[in-house]
């Protein structure tokens, strides 16, 4: 599986973005999460959503705010980004892999994309 985050960029906080994360290859099935990884923090979990269902997952310090959604015809995952804080600032990864009840954690998914910034301006 190829993944190939796109649609980072500078906003206001307050603002609103919305990352695209397009997979190739072996798709059948495969959930998909985004993770993130601020300056000098270590990568953490954002959202995630699985294949069927369609149940999503949030990080609590994102709930409320961010929207994951897919498009299974495109195989393509979004990340909806609203009322963004400069915290919110990071390099954003997306990751694929067959479900996990651990989906929180780096280990959960073999799958991973290069990264889009997302820089939230004050």
């Known amino acids: 599986v190829q993944l190939q985050a796109s649609g980072g960029g500078l906003v206001q906080a307050g603002g609103s973005l919305r990352i695209s994360c397009a997979a190739s290859?072996?798709?059948?099935?495969?959930?998909m999460a985004w993770f993130r990884q601020a300056p000098g923090k270590e990568r953490e979990f954002v959202a995630a959503i699985r294949w069927g269902n369609r149940a999503t997952r949030y990080a609590d310090s994102v709930k409320g705010r961010f929207t994951i959604s897919r498009d299974n015809a495109r195989n393509t995952v979004y990340l909806q980004m609203n009322s963004l804080k400069p915290e919110d600032t990071a390099v954003y990864y997306c990751?694929?892999?067959?479900?996990?009840?651990?989906?929180?954690?780096?280990?959960?998914?073999?799958?991973w994309g290069p990264g889009t910034l997302v820089t939230v301006s004050s």
């Open positions: 990751a694929a892999d067959q479900w996990s009840t651990a989906y929180y954690e780096q280990g959960a998914w073999d799958y």
């Open positions: 290859g072996r798709t059948s099935q495969i959930s």
